[in-house]
């Protein structure tokens, strides 16, 4: 799936007019010619157009700390800011008289980095960590020896990690993690390094870039949400109709132990927050029997949000996850060993990602750690009730249909949401829910969660959460909207968001009165709303005007004084 560098080489020169801008700046302290070019190509395989600034190597400092350089002319969006073990090493050797706090010494100039970057720019910062050289100065002793380099790295790259900890604009791309994978002699070239100041091999520089763009992409909200799940043969070995329980293969023996690992990867996403499902060519109860009663199941039907298991075509099953799911099909994963039914998927659903598994089961894990399906860009203690959430949608979905009439459904649900301005307890769920809303977002505006503290410091801006609880479950925070007055009449949505979870339920009109309700306790007169299209968004291009709002030169306007309060089957907790 990755490409190669010449592949990206071509990439990189074809037209991205049609595809989103994105202003991203490199500073290196080697040279980041090629790096340039496969980051280029990489985003157009992802529908991005990079706008690169490239400084001229060395000129890190330089560039960051006056205020008047290039790079704050350009105004990044993403700054890359790739220093080299190589650079590193040499740095360490002319600091004979402090070598025992050298890894201090850098964290620290690191820090002052990001504070310049991050006080005078909107940017987000992605600095590249420190693939290990070991001079062998010590040899296997310097584990031993404090001020040794080996050690000092180490305790770099672990510092810079406690600091993009404690920094939201800050993450790490992790090529330490790309070295361990593919080796150094794989990474670095000494003869290219000593000719050209390049430290990054050709063969190298796809699969970095890759996982640079995977950052931004995770960053604009676009990832993997869920993962779908074929049983006889990918998730354990054997046919379960054919085979019966006793002959399948998971456990610690043998293959069996390919397929227990995968499990046990498989439960880790779903704790971290990964909605699973399952899509499985089976009668349904000898589908559900080996998580019911196998002994060795690392996965139980607990930890499934939505189950599909019949005779018919795997594509329209998918077309019915992503129903109940309700996320985009370019937000899914499926695997499944049989390439038939990849194809048959692949042809019918080309947004769903459907990797070519290899096939020894043995290597299922190394392949998909290669490929990093999952990456994100923010996590919570929420994550991990996203599937009971989805596994009560399903439920609900189903209670729909012995309805006749959907008020009557909505009014058995009891909702209650809880509609509170912005806390340091929702904080990092309303970033999370900025970053992850897609379809209902009415302008796209992502924040981090330092930016969602600044919306809560600010005089300027009214901020609203919604929860959202029912006779089935809590959703948990659901909606967000940030307004901002413009002057003493007119209040401005700045952001809308929602999950898609609770469309359909009223939600859209609860939350407008809240919002008119907001705008009277602080006299304002009108309330206007702005729609930005983007390519997920199609869903809300006519909200405003369903809420009956006006519009006017481009923007929707409504005025409170006419405004008749909606009833709706939600009430406020």
Not at 255 to 265: D, L, P, R, V, Y
Not at 381 to 399: F, I, L, M, P
Not at 512 to 527: D, M, P, Q, R, S
Request: with cysteine; aromatic share 12%.
């Amino acid at each position: 799936m990755i490409k190669t560098f010449s592949q990206l080489k071509k990439n990189a020169k074809k037209n991205a007019e049609n595809s989103k801008k994105i202003r991203v700046a490199i500073l290196g302290d080697t040279a980041t010619q090629f790096l340039n070019v496969a980051l280029k190509g990489t985003a157009f395989e992802q529908s991005y157009n990079f706008e690169i600034y490239e400084a001229d190597f060395g000129q890190i400092s330089r560039q960051i700390i006056d205020p008047a350089s290039e790079y704050y002319d350009f105004d990044p969006e993403y700054t890359l800011i790739f220093e080299s073990s190589h650079k590193l090493l040499s740095y360490y050797y002319k600091s004979y008289s402090d070598q025992l706090n050298f890894a201090q010494n850098k964290i620290n100039y690191i820090e002052e980095l990001y504070h310049y970057i991050t006080n005078r720019t909107k940017s987000e910062v992605i600095y590249c960590n420190f693939p290990e050289i070991d001079p062998q100065i010590f040899g296997n002793f310097s584990q031993k020896v404090e001020s040794s380099f080996v050690f000092q790295q180490r305790k770099l790259n672990y510092l810079l990690g406690e600091l993009a900890l404690d920094k939201s604009n800050l993450f790490i791309a992790d090529l330490c993690a790309v070295q361990n994978k593919f080796g150094r002699d794989f990474m670095f070239s000494p003869n290219i390094y000593i000719n050209t100041e390049m430290v990054l091999s050709l063969d190298i520089l796809p699969i970095v870039a890759q996982n640079v763009v995977s950052i931004i992409s995770s960053l604009e909200g676009k990832f993997k949400k869920c993962l779908i799940l074929d049983l006889d043969n990918t998730t354990w070995g054997g046919i379960i109709g054919d085979d019966g329980l006793e002959n399948i293969q998971i456990g610690s023996l043998g293959i069996g132990k390919a397929f227990t690992e995968f499990q046990q990867w498989a439960k880790a996403l779903q704790k971290r927050g990964i909605i699973l499902a399952v899509c499985s060519k089976n009668d349904e109860d000898k589908a559900k029997e080996p998580f019911e009663s196998h002994p060795d199941m690392v996965l139980k039907l607990d930890d499934i949000s939505v189950f599909v298991a019949n005779w018919e075509n795997k594509a329209d099953n998918i077309r019915k996850i992503q129903n109940i799911l309700n996320i985009g099909f370019d937000s899914m994963v499926f695997l499944d060993d049989n390439p038939f039914e990849r194809n048959l998927v692949r042809e019918n659903l080309p947004e769903v990602c459907v990797p070519e598994l290899p096939e020894d089961p043995a290597y299922y894990l190394e392949y998909l750690y290669e490929l990093n399906l999952f990456e994100t860009a923010s996590y919570s203690e929420n994550d991990a009730e996203r599937t009971k959430q989805y596994q009560v949608e399903a439920e609900r979905a189903t209670a729909l249909e012995s309805f006749t009439n959907v008020d009557e459904f909505l009014k058995s649900l009891n909702m209650i949401s809880d509609v509170q301005g912005f806390n340091n307890f929702s904080k990092p769920r309303v970033s999370q829910l900025s970053q992850r809303s897609n379809q209902f977002n009415l302008r796209t505006v992502r924040y981090t969660e330092q930016e969602v503290e600044d919306l809560m410091q600010s005089d300027k801006h009214k901020t609203l959460s919604f929860t959202l609880e029912d006779k089935y479950g809590d959703n948990g925070l659901i909606c967000v909207v940030v307004l901002e007055g413009l002057d003493s009449e007119n209040l401005f949505i700045e952001s809308w968001l929602m999950s898609c979870r609770v469309l359909k339920r009223g939600m859209e009109e609860f939350t407008l009165n809240k919002i008119v309700e907001t705008a009277k306790a602080h006299g304002f007169k009108n309330i206007i709303g702005e729609y930005i299209s983007t390519s997920k968004n199609q869903m809300v291009e006519n909200h405003y005007e369903k809420l009956g709002f006006s519009k006017t030169e481009g923007e929707w306007i409504l005025t409170i004084e006419d405004y008749q309060e909606r009833e709706i089957n939600i009430k406020t907790k």
